[in-house]
């Protein structure tokens, strides 16, 4: 069993030691009804046969006091294969929710499971799908759950991703590029949308 504090100190190991050049990027607004609340920035860099994503959010909002949310998501493919990913989510400062999967290793840890056996059949994550429209997939690998879960196809451009808790995040493309997700969760409905 892994600790909280030595699995925190694994964040952010995924990529270290290679210099990587970045090569696109975009922002999303985060909105709730028509209030801006924070914003999210993907990036895509690649370094010879590496391609690195990096996802990171702030938002800000008052429930009965302030609550300050910031997010992050790396994934990395070796040779266009999923080598490796972390994510985490911190909560006014206190780290709330973290995942990792060790580089081309089967060993996975979702805070504050236990350590498991990554089970994957798809080379598609979701840092994936803020750069290229998941034309034909059935499976998203979901870095925050660490698992394969399911895609569907709703229309033109637009596709639903079933999560764990049974939520739904539904994902926005127009000509090929990613304009917006709804994210639906429990009394709580948010966009993120394209600047």
Known sequence: MI???NFALLIGLVC???SYAVSEQARF???KGDKVLGMVVAMKSQSGPRTHYVMTSHTEFSLAWKQVIRTRVTTEYLNDML????????LND???DSS????GASECFVHPEAPFTCERTTQWTTARMYFEEP???ALIFVESALKDLPLQRTGDGTYTLTLSSNTENHYVYRGGVLQEIHIKRPMVGLVFKRI
């Open 94 to 96: 206190a780290l709330r």
């Open 29 to 31: 607004n985060i909105l």
């Open 3 to 5: 600790s909280l504090r």
């Open 83 to 90: 080598h490796g990913c972390t994510s985490s989510m911190v």
């Open 135 to 137: 034309i034909g997939q």
């Open 16 to 18: 270290t030691g290679t």
């Open 100 to 103: 990792h999967m060790a580089r």
